[in-house]
């Protein structure tokens, strides 16, 4: 487990609290991690230190990071590190990310900030003392924080110490009383109550069309202005850029045959009959990172944490085939985007939970798919 705040880091945060009255609460919120390495090799960052994976050049992880007072130290004598990686797998609309670090080397060394595979402005030259670097951008991205060290090796003079330093970080982003589309043009929401599309932004749902064998399809529903129900996932486009939440008074009904998906709050995803799906979450294209896309949150098409007011995509595995990715230009075109589960032709079989086809009768009470639902056997 972790360990809780020292007492400094109480204090900086405090500190940290102080300043940001200067900022409108009602617009962005700042969370500060700290960063400290034990002997054992384990990271700890305080908070949210589950949610953070890291990865190293040149070795594996234990051999290069090593004990340091205050932060986090990569590389050592004997086993320089070229480049590291930090990553908080947490989907947020980010304005900006300030880091405390620096370099223990007389070799180029540069620290650049990710949001998803977009970076957040430009590279800046680590400094040899601890400085704290800012990186934003004009509009908010939206994805994964990642912080990556990276310097060149090949005239460092051997047998000394090329090393980063990290000691904190500080993520702004946006609350959920905006709505936040980043550099691709797309965005997913999810609200509580209804509200007014906004001037600039058209929603839509997804559905399977199911004229067309392997085709999803988004239906644009709400142009801007239209009263968007509660607690409907939409898909967001328009300009990147900042939109306000205005709700309306109205209880209209929500669309059928949507396959998005949302929580209010912070969740592990499922459907809405606990039927098994490949669960998509909304990013950039690794291959162009200008290219909206859904792709798998998790290895295999598994449940994933959603961050809360946001949509997901949940595809029922007795109908679609696995496909890690989805490219949101091939649904604008009509072209085929995803293979139908062959299974999905035989409605007579049954299926664990989890999406097993059973080869012969059930030997073991419990639940089981039938047809796409759910039937219990004593």
Same mark, same amino acid.
């Given at each position: 487990m972790y360990r809780l705040h020292s007492l400094s880091v109480i204090i900086l945060l405090c500190l940290a609290c102080l300043a940001m009255w200067g900022v409108d609460a009602s617009a962005q919120v700042a969370t500060d991690y700290s960063f400290l390495c034990r002997r054992s090799g384990t990271i700890e960052i305080t908070p949210e230190a589950d949610s953070w994976q890291y990865e190293v050049g040149e070795g594996s992880a234990e051999e290069l990071i090593i004990s340091y007072s205050v932060g986090v130290q990569f590389g050592k004598k004997g086993s320089d590190c070229s480049y590291a990686r930090l990553t908080l797998n947490k989907q947020q609309s980010v304005s900006s990310v300030s880091v405390s670090a620096k370099?223990?080397?007389?070799?180029?060394?540069?620290?650049?900030? *990710?949001?998803? +595979?977009?970076? $957040?402005? +430009?590279? &800046? /030259? $680590?400094?040899?003392?601890?400085?704290?670097?800012? *990186?934003?951008? @004009?509009?908010p991205l939206e994805g994964n924080v990642s912080i990556r060290f990276e310097q060149d090796l090949s005239e460092a003079a051997s047998n000394v110490s090329h090393a980063f330093y990290l000691y904190s970080a500080t993520i702004t982003a946006a609350d959920s009383k905006h709505l936040l589309v980043g550099a691709t043009g797309f965005a997913t929401c999810y609200k509580a109550e209804a509200f007014e599309m906004p001037q600039g932004l058209r929603g839509g749902i997804i559905v399977e069309d199911v004229g067309a064998k392997g085709h999803l399809q988004i239906v644009w529903l709400y142009p801007?202005?239209? #009263?968007? @129900? @509660? &607690?409907?996932?939409?898909?967001?486009?328009?300009?990147?850029? !900042?939109? =306000? *939440?205005? @709700?309306?008074?109205?209880?209209?009904?929500?669309? /059928?045959?949507?396959?998005?998906?949302? %929580?209010? +709050?912070?969740?592990?995803?499922?459907? /809405?009959? =606990? #039927?098994?799906?490949?669960f998509y979450r909304l990013t950039s294209d690794e291959a162009n990172p200008a290219e909206a896309v859904f792709a798998w949150g998790a290895p295999g098409g598994e449940a994933f944490v959603s961050t809360g007011g946001r949509a997901y995509l949940a595809l029922p595995?007795?109908? *679609? %085939? !696995?496909?890690?990715?989805?490219?949101?230009? &091939?649904? $604008? !075109?009509?072209?085929? +985007?995803?293979?139908?589960?062959? %299974?999905?032709? =035989?409605?007579?079989?049954?299926?664990?939970? =989890?999406?097993?086809? $059973?080869?012969?009768?059930?030997?073991?009470?419990?639940?089981?798919?039938?047809?796409?639902?759910?039937?219990?056997?004593?």
């Open positions: 370099r223990a080397t007389n070799s180029t060394a540069t620290l650049q900030v *990710f949001v998803g +595979n977009v970076p $957040l402005g +430009n590279p &800046q /030259e $680590l400094p040899t003392k601890m400085d704290t670097l800012t *990186f934003s951008a @004009p509009q801007a202005g239209a #009263a968007v @129900p @509660p &607690q409907t996932p939409v898909l967001l486009n328009g300009a990147p850029g !900042s939109y =306000d *939440f205005l @709700p309306v008074p109205t209880e209209g009904a929500r669309p /059928e045959g949507n396959l998005l998906r949302g %929580a209010l +709050n912070t969740a592990i995803t499922s459907s /809405e009959d =606990d #039927a098994p799906c490949w595995r007795l109908r *679609f %085939a !696995s496909a890690s990715i989805i490219s949101i230009n &091939q649904m $604008l !075109s009509g072209l085929p +985007n995803i293979k139908q589960n062959p %299974a999905a032709k =035989d409605d007579s079989n049954l299926y664990t939970p =989890d999406g097993r086809r $059973l080869t012969a009768e059930p030997q073991a009470r419990g639940v089981y798919i039938l047809k796409g639902k759910k039937i219990y056997i004593r």
